[in-house]
Each structure stands twice: as structure tokens, then as C-alpha cells.
């Protein structure tokens, strides 16, 4: 499998963004799969877009993006972190 791009997004695009970027590449790498992590603040998400193969956001994205994404506070809270894995390994498969 290629190296696949994935955009974080929260609020400020520094600090969850870094915790969340740094969780999943890590899980992904125990995965199989090679990402290339790009940052950024939930309202430049749309300027970001190209190349991205996935969105992984803290924060609500617009509805109307041409590319998957993921809303989830799971690797904030630790609750839920398996199943927001197991649906992002499932949408870079594809």
C-alpha cells in the first residue's frame, strides 16, 4: 500500500492536532500503513485539501468536503480509541 496523506485538524492547529497526528501514525505504522501526517486549524481545512486522503478532525468539519473524514474526541479522552482506529485503518484501506 502507498503512503497515504491525512490532515489533522483541531481548533488552533497546534496542540491536539500534534496528540492525535502522533497516536494514529503510530498505530497505523503497528498496522501496516505508512501516513503522512500535514496539520492544520479546523478553518483551513478546505484551503488543505489537496492530496488528503483523509481527514481526522478534533473539531466539526464542514459537511460539503470532497474527501473522508473523522470526528473524533477519542484520542483526547481515551475512550473509544480502538474504534476510531479500526475506522480510520478502514477508510485508508480503501
Same mark, same amino acid.
Given at each position: 500500500m502507498?503512503?497515504?496523506? %491525512?490532515?489533522?485538524?483541531?481548533?488552533?492547529?497546534? &496542540?491536539t492536532s500534534? +496528540? %492525535?497526528?502522533? &497516536?494514529?501514525?503510530? &498505530?497505523?505504522?503497528e498496522r501496516?500503513?505508512?501516513i503522512e501526517p500535514r496539520q492544520c486549524k479546523a478553518t483551513e481545512v478546505r484551503s488543505?485539501?489537496?492530496?488528503?486522503?483523509l481527514i481526522v478532525s478534533t473539531t466539526q468539519l464542514p459537511s460539503d468536503l470532497d474527501?473522508?473524514?473523522? +470526528?473524533t474526541l477519542?484520542?483526547?479522552t481515551g475512550m473509544g480509541k480502538?474504534?476510531?482506529?479500526?475506522?480510520?485503518?478502514?477508510?485508508l484501506r480503501k
Amino acid at each position: 500500500m502507498s503512503k497515504k496523506t %491525512v490532515l489533522f485538524a483541531c481548533g488552533t492547529g497546534i &496542540a491536539t492536532s500534534t +496528540v %492525535v497526528a502522533n &497516536a494514529v501514525t503510530e &498505530a497505523m505504522k503497528e498496522r501496516g500503513i505508512t501516513i503522512e501526517p500535514r496539520q492544520c486549524k479546523a478553518t483551513e481545512v478546505r484551503s488543505e485539501l489537496t492530496g488528503v486522503d483523509l481527514i481526522v478532525s478534533t473539531t466539526q468539519l464542514p459537511s460539503d468536503l470532497d474527501v473522508p473524514s473523522i +470526528v473524533t474526541l477519542a484520542f483526547l479522552t481515551g475512550m473509544g480509541k480502538a474504534e476510531a482506529l479500526d475506522k480510520i485503518e478502514g477508510e485508508l484501506r480503501k
